[in-house]
């Protein structure tokens, strides 16, 4: 099925688009907090890194409904090639951003980039239930989410040479336009399928929207309650991912190469655990691994969190990426960053994947949309609380922070256990 989707037109061009439009995201945000770690503001890391991750989900809460509203009301095709023009000129400010070694500019486009990808979520999921059957809905997912991974990956890697005062910025420049102009080109591949709600009034008030859609989600319990753990979920990634840099980097003092790598297995753990949702459903929407699921995510933060503790190590000089996994305590770390991972997308594909199957067809684009305000709620909350509870009042190290956000999960597992699936199962 993986193959047979990969080579359908109806969904091949969605994929490339998302791919390399994940890889523009996440090239601009890890040059930023590459930046930040190794090469300004290190004493304020923590912080100016969580600063990062809220403003590139910060647009998400408050343009979601109009997103959703737009997806429903239009060709979802139409509004993701507009969407990939608006980006090239986004792009643009990065580029500028790196050329002139600016971190406000790269702020400003990661901003950018924020709201682009707030108004693209509700296409590129809405489409999804459009264009594939129910059967190839967990497929389907676990593909997308793999490749965005996977685009993770790529991004974080490059964004981290990026920063590296030998590569010379005009390269990066090229890269970025190019890669920007290539998501527009892929976006012209995207089937048209007409508008799922054709005549759907835009509210122009993005406050009111917004209510409205959360309105409508709460009012439906299976569509609600699966919504809470996908939004807890996007909570646990974004504030590991930026826990867990400073963590390693204060624990074995490793140096960008280091920093990359654990990315890396970040990565590729999301795409494995997505993977092996997909092959465990066999063509059914089946909740049953999400609390398995998120015990395990529970576990790896309790011992990322026991592995990073301790006297910081001295940052005298960067320790080489040999020298990391030369130790049993870098093992352990590249073992628990991809195990956290891989749990979280075996948790969240069969999760999303019911949202989408049980979302009236008129209404899907709307219904990703308030799942997607959730989420950014949910992140935005999330990373903020960690920064206070970073700054001068509280001092907690991210180890605590990890820990506390381990034993999260166990609520979450419980929450999953009996108000989702137990709630299910007794009514029907």
């Known amino acids: 099925m993986f193959l047979s989707l990969l080579r359908s037109q109806r969904f091949a061009g969605l994929f490339w688009c998302q791919f390399l439009s994940a890889f523009n995201d996440n090239f601009v945000r890890n040059l930023l907090a590459t930046l930040i770690l190794f090469r300004l503001g290190r004493e304020n ?10 403003v590139f989900i910060l647009p998400s809460v408050f343009l979601s409904g109009l997103a959703g509203e737009l997806a429903d009301a239009h060709d979802k095709a139409l509004v993701a090639r507009r969407l990939k023009i608006g980006e090239i000129f986004v792009q643009a400010i990065a580029a500028a951003g790196v050329w002139f070694g600016s971190l406000p500019l790269l702020y400003v486009a990661l901003c950018g980039l924020g709201t682009i990808a707030a108004l693209f979520g509700p296409v590129k999921y809405g489409f999804l239930p459009e264009n594939l059957e129910t ?11 793999a490749a965005t991974f996977l685009a993770i990956l790529l991004g974080l890697v490059a964004g981290a040479l990026a920063a590296d005062k030998a590569l010379a910025p005009g390269l990066i420049v090229g890269q970025l ?14 089937p048209r399928k007409g508008a799922a709600a054709l005549g759907l009034p835009v509210h ?9 859609l959360l309105r409508e989600l709460h009012a439906e319990p299976k ?28 624990a074995t003092s490793g140096g960008i190469a280091v920093e990359a790598a654990i990315s890396g297995f970040f990565a590729f753990g999301i795409g ?3 993977i092996a949702a997909a092959l465990l459903a066999r063509g059914r929407i089946s909740l049953a691994p999400a ?16 592995s990073t503790r301790g006297i910081p190590a001295p940052h005298a000089s960067d320790a080489s990426l040999g020298s990391f996994f030369a130790t049993a305590r870098g093992l352990m770390i590249a073992v628990e960053v991809f195990g956290l991972a891989a749990a979280g997308g075996l ?14 067809p008129d209404k899907r684009a709307r219904t990703v949309a308030a799942v997607n305000i959730q989420n950014a709620l949910f992140m935005v909350a999330g990373s903020l609380l960690t920064a206070w509870l970073q700054s001068r009042f509280f001092s907690l190290g991210e180890p605590a922070l990890l820990a506390f956000l381990g034993l999260g999960n166990v609520a979450a597992a419980i929450y999953i256990r009996r108000a989702i699936i137990g709630a299910e199962a007794k009514s029907g």
């Not at 122009?204 to 409205?212: H, P």
């Not at 948790?347 to 009236?360: D, G, K, N, T, Y």
Request: glycine content about 6%; hydrophobic content about 65%.
């Open 177 to 190: 336009m190019l890669v920007a102009l290539a998501a527009y080109a892929t976006s012209l591949f995207i």
């Open 347 to 360: 948790f969240v594909v069969p999760l999303f994947s019911a949202i989408q199957a049980r979302a009236a």
């Open 45 to 54: 890391a923590g912080a100016l890194i969580t600063l990062a991750i809220g």
């Open 272 to 274: 494995a655990g997505s």
């Open 135 to 145: 059967r190839e809905l967990p497929a389907g997912n676990a593909l997308v989410e």
């Open 223 to 250: 569509l609600w309650r699966p919504g809470l753990a996908v939004s807890w979920f996007w909570l646990t990634g974004a504030v590991a991912l930026s826990l867990v840099p400073v963590a390693v980097r204060n």
């Open 204 to 212: 122009r008030n993005i406050l009111a929207s917004t209510v409205e």
């Open 291 to 306: 609390p398995a699921a998120a015990i395990g995510m529970a576990v790896f933060l309790l011992a990322l969190a026991l």
